[in-house]
């Protein structure tokens, strides 16, 4: 079990994957020229927690999932409670049960207290 024997390593690989993404999505909106306020620009832009759903998904498959029955960026929609569908970051399925709907969201600065309800 590769993964889970030396977790730390690759939880150290997802959170540096978080940092970078959010860097890079801030300097390349401050190189477009648009402004967008303090720094939204790194949270709009989506994909900094995908090291997180790769080591998941990673950890799923290796404890024995199917990985036809593992899906990420396709086939994501379910129904949603407020609303008619919701997208997921990851979905188990077995035996045509949904075992696993995830969605990852990353939660950083001032706004923690206004977003914490949104983000649980």
């Known amino acids: 079990m590769k993964k889970l024997d030396s977790i730390s390593k690759y939880l150290s690989q997802a959170i ?8 890079k999505q801030s300097e390349k909106q401050t190189n477009s020229g648009r402004a967008d306020q303090g720094a939204r ?5 989506g994909a900094q927690m995908d090291g997180f759903i790769d080591l998941v998904s990673d950890l799923i498959l290796e404890v024995g999932a199917d990985k036809s029955k ?7 929609e379910l129904p949603g409670f407020f609303r008619p ?5 990851l979905l188990l399925v ?3 049960q949904l075992v696993l709907a995830l969605e990852a ?7 923690f207290g206004n977003n914490f309800n949104n983000r649980t």
């Open 16 to 23: 540096t994957h978080y940092w970078l993404t959010r860097q």
């Open 70 to 76: 593992v899906f990420r960026n396709k086939h994501l």
């Open 85 to 89: 569908t919701k997208e997921w970051d």
């Open 94 to 96: 077995k035996d045509n």
């Open 41 to 45: 620009s790194a949270v709009t832009g």
């Open 105 to 111: 969201k990353s939660q950083v600065g001032p706004s």
